[in-house]
């Protein structure tokens, strides 16, 4: 684990004990994006192939 995501990590955990969604580094939508890119990328990696990512 990196600092960012021990960080993000760490933001989400306040957030929801605090009940505070203002406490969030990022958005749902920024969040889902991001491990759609990245299970693309996976998915590259294991096939060698080029992997649209569609948003």
Do not use: Q, W, Y
């Amino acid at each position: 684990m990196n600092r960012r995501e021990f960080l993000t990590g760490t933001a989400l955990l306040a957030a929801v004990d605090a009940r505070n969604p203002a406490l969030l580094t990022s958005t749902l939508e920024a969040s889902i994006e991001s491990h759609l890119i990245g299970f693309a990328c996976e998915e590259s990696r294991l096939t060698g192939r080029k992997v649209e990512v569609r948003i």
